[in-house]
């Protein structure tokens, strides 16, 4: 993928690209506890309008979701986040520059989900919600550029104040066909948030930023959503938040991206808890294993996820992993592609071990390391 051809629809000037190799971390972090939501609107908020008659075959669908009423529940939580930030001319003399999103209000007191990028080196951070309230006392409770989300949390806010509140739900149960809504603040156009519907294209995408992070497990939806949506929330017709839009795809018409709620409820919990995120790291970079890169490497080609490059002093140096081995199993469960292993880490803490079953030179070894601690700027 291009550098131009993907890109986060929150702020104009930043971009995603995609590359073949990444630094090896986990999109999120086994926990128990979860941020207290409230319900949004009773869970009955979906009628069927039947649509005019057509000729078609006996058994096909003959009535449309009502999105009227979904978006009257859900829409009141969307609020309009809005940044001021320094940043330095072809001159290198400092300006000021205006950025805008989205974020939905998941908590009564005042928590505010939304996308990193949104918020990121932002200065002044400015939240309007549609009824036409303005705080402009907005804390960063924490923010995770690996997974591009934040929580901000609006100052003042007490049990007297009455706040929309939109639900968290799930994802797990997402279809491809399915219709979703998508609600955010496009073009930071006046008059509120924009609603518009599509379905969910495809489930499991991923696409990675320019820092070499990636972000995956994405929802892919054709509801349409523009420059200013990122943040907002993509909701089912049962007014559930089941993504947060972060991308859409220039190359064409109708490609835009969600984080689905599931890899973002562990980081959400991470941020509130604690104001980041912990993750372990192997310190390797890595990629999937295909044809093109062994032929690249001029290795046998072979299930798993090849190591490209090993982190100088890290927990892969240390026990002796070198670039081109090729990673097939960890802790006895066999990984063929980089999700998979990310998934295993995503389970492990820092100071974990983790035993390792590699190919070198087309024969099986193994070795024992234990995981360090990401640096919060990798």
């Given at each position: 993928m291009r550098s131009d051809t993907i890109r986060p629809t929150g702020k104009f000037f930043l971009a995603l690209t995609t590359f073949a190799l990444v630094t090896l971390v986990a999109s999120g972090c086994a926990l128990t506890s979860r941020p207290q939501t409230q319900p949004a609107q009773p869970a009955s908020l979906v009628t069927q309008v039947t649509s005019p008659p057509a000729q078609s075959n006996p058994g096909m669908a003959t009535s449309l979701p009502d999105i009227q009423m979904v978006t009257t529940a859900v829409r009141p939580a969307v609020v309009s986040v809005t940044t001021q930030e320094m940043s330095l001319d072809s001159f290198l003399r400092p300006v000021q520059e205006s950025g805008s999103g989205s974020g939905v209000i998941f908590d009564k007191q005042g928590l505010i989900l939304t996308n990193n990028h949104v918020v990121a080196n932002a200065r002044n951070i400015r939240v309007t919600l549609p009824d036409g309230r303005n705080f402009d006392k907005v804390t960063v409770v924490g923010r995770d550029a690996r997974t591009d989300l934040a929580v901000l949390k609006l100052d003042g806010v007490n049990a007297r104040t009455e706040l929309p509140v939109a639900t968290l739900g799930s994802s797990q149960s997402v279809h491809i066909g399915e219709w979703v809504i998508a609600i955010?603040?496009?073009?930071?156009?006046?008059?509120?948030?924009?609603?518009?519907?599509?379905?969910?294209?495809?489930?499991?995408?991923?696409?990675?930023?320019?820092?070499?992070?990636?972000?995956?497990?994405?929802?892919?939806?054709?509801?349409?959503?523009?420059?200013?949506?990122?943040g907002g929330p993509l909701i089912n017709l049962r007014g559930e938040v089941i993504g947060i839009n972060t991308a859409?795809?220039?190359?064409?018409?109708?490609?835009?991206?969600?984080?689905?709620?599931?890899?973002?409820?562990?980081?959400i919990t991470q941020l509130v808890q604690s104001g980041r995120v912990i993750r372990p790291a192997l310190g390797v970079r890595v990629a999937t294993m295909t044809p093109n890169i062994a032929g690249q490497l001029r290795i046998p080609m072979a299930p798993g996820v090849v190591i490209a490059n090993v982190q100088t002093g890290g927990p892969a140096a240390k026990a002796g992993l070198k670039a081109t081995d090729i990673v097939t199993k960890l802790d006895n469960t066999k990984v063929t592609t980089l999700q998979e292993l990310m998934t295993v880490i995503g389970k492990k803490r820092p100071g974990d071990q983790v035993d390792v079953t590699y190919l070198r030179n087309q024969q099986e070894q193994k070795v024992t390391l234990t995981l360090d601690e990401l640096p919060s700027d990798q």
């Open positions: 955010g603040n496009a073009l930071g156009l006046e008059g509120g948030p924009t609603v518009t519907a599509g379905v969910v294209g495809a489930l499991g995408r991923s696409i990675q930023e320019p820092n070499g992070s990636i972000l995956d497990n994405l929802i892919q939806t054709d509801a349409a959503i523009n420059p200013g949506n990122s859409i795809d220039t190359r064409g018409q109708g490609i835009g991206f969600a984080i689905s709620i599931e890899s973002a409820q562990p980081i």
